[in-house]
Every structure is written in C-alpha cells, then in structure tokens.
DNA sequence: ACCTGAACACCGTTCAAGT
DNA sequence: ACCTGAACACCGTTCAAGT
C-alpha cells in the first residue's frame, strides 16, 4: 500500500475553488446540473467535504452571487468616463450595459440572483457606485432611491422576460382558433416579423429590447433630474 | 368490513380541484409547502393518483399559473374604462394596477409565473388586451411590441426586487466600515429614512416604488407615442 | 375508470468515524 | 485539520397491481 494514489485532488479544496468549479458547472451544464454530489465530483472530492467550506447549499449560491457580482464591479470600476451633469445619462447607460455582458457568459446567473435571500455586499457596492453616478448628475438621494427601484434588476444587466412575444411568429404557424382569441399579439406578431424577415426563430432581439427598455428609464429619469432642479 | 369509509374523498378528484387545492396550499404555507405528498394529502388522496390529472409536477405549476392568470382576467375584463386616445394611459395604468392586486393575494405567485417555460394561454390573453388599450392610443404595434418587453413583468402587476435599498435602514444601525465601502447608500438611507420616520423596517413602500416605475414607463411611451403622430 | 403500495433514482444534510 | 462512508429524511416519478 505504498503507492501514493496520484489521481487525488493535488491543490486543497477552499471556498475560492469550490465557488469557482461551481460557477464552471453551471455555465457548461446549467444550474440544475449544480448539486452538491455533482460539484464534489468536479473537485476530486465527496460531497461532504464541501461543507468544510459553504455552510450549505444556499450558502453556495450566495457565494457563487458575490463572485460574479465582483466580477461585474471589477468591469465596470474601469471604465472611467465622465459623468457629471448631464453626462450621468450615458456614463450609467454604458455601466449597466457592461454589466450586462458578464450576465451574457452566465445566462443562468439571474435566476439564482433573484432567488437570494440575504445581499451580497458585492451587488450592494455595484448599487452604491450607481447611485453615485447619479449623484454626479445631480440626483437628489430621493430621486436615485426610486431611481434603484424602477430600474430594478435592470440596473445589472438583465431582465427577465415572461415570455417571448414573438414565439411562433413563423407567420402562418397560429393557429385559426388562438388567432381568434389574441387578435392583437397576432396582428403585432405578423406585422413586425414582417418588417424583419430575417429572424426566422425568435425574432425578438433581446439586446436591443433590453436597450430600448433602459432608454426608456433612464430618459425618464432624466427629465425629474432636471425638472427637480 | 361493510363498514364503508366515510372519510374518503367524496367529490372526486379532478384537474380543476387539484389546481385549486395547490393554490390554497401555497397561499397558505408558501411555493416550498407545495409539493406532490402534501397537496395529496390535503385531498384525502394518495400522491401517485395526481398524476391521472397533471402530467408532472411542471404541469400541475403550469395549471397553477393558468388559474391565477384566469383570475386576473376576471378581474380586470370588466373595469370598463375608457381607452381611445390619451386615456389608453390611465386604462393601461388602472389594469395593470387591479392585475397587481391579485398577486398581493399569491405573493409566491411571481416566482412561479417567471419559472415557466411553455406560455399559458390566459397569460398571453392579459397581453392581448393590454395591446389592444395601446392600440386604441394609437400606438403602431412595433411600438406596443417595445412596450411590452419594456415593462416586463410589470405589465401583470409585479416587479422582483434583487434587493431592498433600504434595508438596515434603522439608522445608524449600519457598521462603519459597511458605511465606508458603500457611502452614497448609506447616504441615501439615512436621508429617506428622515424623511419618513414613520416607518421602522422596509421603510421602501413596495406599492409606491411599483407605480412609480410603472407611471416612468407608462409616460415615456405616451411621449413616444404622439412623437410618432 | 380510477386509485394506490412499494420501489427507484435522485436530492441536501447529519453523524460518527477515519487519517 | 481535513476529509469521508453510511445513513436519514425528504423529493418527483415508474411500475405493476388493486378495485
């Protein structure tokens, strides 16, 4: 029995690595594929070693939030534009819009942030920052506290979407009796599918709705920004 | 044994009943309460026999969300309320208001609306009339597409906060070196909650911050709107 | 036809034990 | 100290069998 078995883990497990093979899981197999057996596995290791280093499953995904979270403030922290007065506009629409690109690589990661019960002090620090872009456009603490709340989950990039107003719009693919019965989704979806006969399948381009949406806000905001003055 | 057992179920078990019992449970005891054993139970039945009326678990949640998108749709078909052209605003506004009061009543509804994959009918239906108030507004259906994805789930009366902005808001509560790393919202915390001492916890008033991203949205598109005349 | 008991393949997690 | 095997208390679900 002195063969030194080589097969195991050769770095020590740490929170750092098990937050880390968590977030590599998820991204290759979705976040259902993420259970504790299966992350354990990942690492060369039993599922109950794993608790040495997240106090459960829920502490985990707490942990996997912060980094991912500090993985969008290390984006955005440089990208140094300016944002007083009126420049506050663009400076938080670029912020946001960053953002966004790291929701872009983890498309599961907005479920399991909305799913979180305690705030990561990560996702705090991002509000913080956004709240002083706007203080830097003359926001009256007010005005950027409900500024935070209408922007919602916006406010990091991602929303999430009921459903896609323009599945089926293969023109033609409604059937008679539903056409009957939501005349209007079936007029909107045939007119604007026809306008972009490009999109075959889901015509709906959700980088553009999402800009369209943020514009949206971030106008309206705006304008009580400068009526306020 | 020609007793016969009173204490079997004596309506028979069907779909609608099932539904209706798993809306109960979860009103009751919350989404987490819901599951296949216990909503059997609560109908004097075994968990293998509701797999005669929902095809799976997924399912039975599906029927769950159609119910509660019906009763939506009772609520808000007979307010009646004129809608050609500027009062499509505050048509659409006062529906969306009166879709919002069922989900005050199934606060764990919102979770489970978002979890779908396939869309339900009567949820699709809500959409169809919303468009049809834009529709009366003037709006192009391009336009109301837009509006659609813009508003999100608040076009049925909810918004999903990541987090509460003014958390710990019991003044001074806050540590100092939190307050060092995120100084705009400790700022803002300690300002809102002057303003408004009344309130002790949450000091955030969930339905005003809901309409005032509603009315930001809502107005935006009525600029929108006559722009395009 | 409608319903069910036992069993299966998973979960997260506890506990007592290994090195 | 760090890690683990076996076991527990749950899940949703399959299957073959009851009436």
Sequence with gaps: ???TTQLQPRTPLSRERVLRAAVEIADAEGAEALTMRRLAKALGAEAMSLY?????KEDL????VE????????????????????????????????ARTIFLRHPWAPHVFETRKTVSL?????HDRLVGLMRDGGFSYDLAHHALHALGSRALGFSQELFDPGDG??????????????????????????????????WC???FEFEFGLDLI????????????
């Design 1 to 3: 029995m002195s063969v």
């Design 218 to 229: 971030l106008d309206g905001l705006d304008r009580l920004r400068t009526a306020a003055r």
């Design 169 to 202: 719009a293969a023109a033609g693919s409604v059937p008679a009796e539903l056409a009957e019965q939501v005349p209007h989704l079936v007029g909107m979806l045939t007119e604007v599918a026809h306008d972009d006969p490009d999109s075959t399948l889901g």
């Design 61 to 64: 995904l707490d942990g996997v």
């Design 122 to 126: 990560a996702v705090v620090r991002y």
């Design 205 to 207: 381009d959700d980088q």
């Design 52 to 56: 040495h280093y997240v106090a459960n």
């Design 67 to 98: 980094l991912i979270a500090s993985e969008i403030n290390d984006a955005v922290d440089q990208l140094g534009v300016p944002s007083a007065g009126a420049a506050w506009k663009q400076a938080t629409r670029l912020r946001i819009l960053t």
